[in-house]
T-cell receptor, first 116, second 112 residues
Framework: DAGVIQSPRHEVTEMGQEVTLRCKPI?????LFWYRQTMMRGLELLIY????????DSGMPEDRFSAKMPNASFSTLKIQPSEPRDSAVYFC??????????????FGDGTRLSIL | AQTVTQSQPEMSVQEAETVTLSCTYD???????LFWYKQPPSRQMILVIR??????QNATENRFSVNFQKAAKSFSLKISDSQLGDAAMYFC?????????FGTGTRLTIIP
């Protein structure tokens, strides 16, 4: 079975550029999550969607970050303009019936983002 | 609000020995789940074990087991017969009230 697919695996770009991270959740999963991991703050939930609708974006650090889910099989996390402090590994995860605690979240491989 | 604390940034263990990673948490929820995730150098997060808060019996998964002390809000992970492939970052997490909160992680090194 295909898991959560994220692209790109690595992204290196200069400060001020627009960065778009992509995620394809597991087919049939109702929930999609975006996380950011840094050594200082650990793993942080940025935003999550239920049936393509953003439910909680309180973890989005600032207006430079935006996320969309135009359909059930695709989501993007965009940073514009990017800054060096955005450098981190960004994870996407999906879950079947996210509020059903018997269903764990399945994570993608992550995107390592480096802003120079 | 819920918090997760992993007080051991790094741990090391001899191959084939047993190691315990500690985790404490705080939550006002009565219904929640606790997880340990493993993140190997390849960076993919892998679910190691989960524990339902309403279950008193400690969860086990092969060489992995937890010591869940609900009153003390403690959720430690024990790895028996450590193997080189166990080397990774380990994250403790709590899911409650539709929120998933992770600790800052413990880096586990296996000494051959």
């Amino acid at each position: 079975d295909a898991g959560v697919i994220q692209s790109p695996r690595h992204e290196v770009t200069e400060m001020g550029q627009e960065v778009t991270l992509r995620c394809k959740p597991i087919s049939g999963h109702d929930y999609l999550f975006w996380y950011r991991q840094t050594m200082m703050r650990g793993l942080e939930l940025l935003i999550y969607f239920n049936n393509n609708v953003p439910i909680d974006d309180s973890g989005m650090p600032e207006d430079r970050f935006s996320a969309k889910m135009p359909n059930a099989s695709f989501s993007t996390l965009k940073i514009q303009p990017s800054e060096p402090r955005d450098s981190a590994v960004y994870f996407c995860a999906s879950s079947l019936e996210g509020h059903n605690l018997n269903q764990p979240q399945h994570f993608g491989d992550g995107t390592r983002l480096s802003i120079l | 609000a819920q918090t997760v604390t992993q007080s051991q940034p790094e741990m090391s263990v001899q191959e084939a020995e047993t190691v315990t990673l500690s985790c404490t948490y705080d939550t006002s929820e009565s219904d929640y789940y606790l997880f340990w995730y493993k993140q190997p150098p390849s960076r993919q997060m892998i679910l190691v074990i989960r524990q339902e808060a309403y279950k008193q019996q400690n969860a086990t998964e092969n060489r992995f087991s937890v010591n869940f002390q609900k009153a003390a809000k403690s959720f430690s992970l024990k790895i028996s017969d450590s193997q080189l492939g166990d080397a990774a970052m380990y994250f403790c997490a709590i899911f409650g009230n539709e929120k998933l909160t992770f600790g800052t992680g413990t880096r586990l090194t296996i000494i051959p």
